[in-house]
């Protein structure tokens, strides 16, 4: 693969857009379920966090909505 068709295939990341919508796993490695199956590090549930990998990026906005929610809610914003 040439090097032009390689740039477009994987295109450079920018980390200045790097917020809450951002589409990687906003897991933290602080990996612990509550009474509620929420994890406490990332306030994602866990069906949220099993189907990351095959959400599309319109779903995955809006776990990132409710983990914020979540959050905000847990005093930990």
Same mark, same amino acid.
């Given at each position: 693969?040439?090097?032009? %068709?390689?740039? &477009?295939?994987?295109?450079?990341?920018?980390?200045?857009?790097?917020?809450?919508?951002? &589409?990687?796993?906003?897991?933290?490695r602080n990996c612990? $379920?509550?009474? %509620?199956?929420?994890c406490v590090g990332?306030? !994602?549930?866990?069906?949220?966090?099993?189907?990351?990998?095959?959400?599309?990026?319109?779903?995955? &906005?809006?776990? $990132?909505? !409710?983990?914020?929610?979540?959050?905000?809610?847990?005093?930990?914003?």
């Amino acid at each position: 693969m040439s090097d032009m %068709n390689r740039s &477009k295939q994987y295109p450079k990341f920018d980390m200045r857009k790097r917020r809450i919508f951002d &589409k990687s796993s906003p897991c933290i490695r602080n990996c612990c $379920l509550d009474e %509620n199956d929420i994890c406490v590090g990332c306030f !994602r549930s866990i069906d949220e966090i099993m189907h990351w990998s095959r959400s599309s990026d319109a779903e995955k &906005k809006e776990v $990132l909505i !409710r983990a914020d929610v979540r959050k905000k809610a847990s005093g930990q914003s």
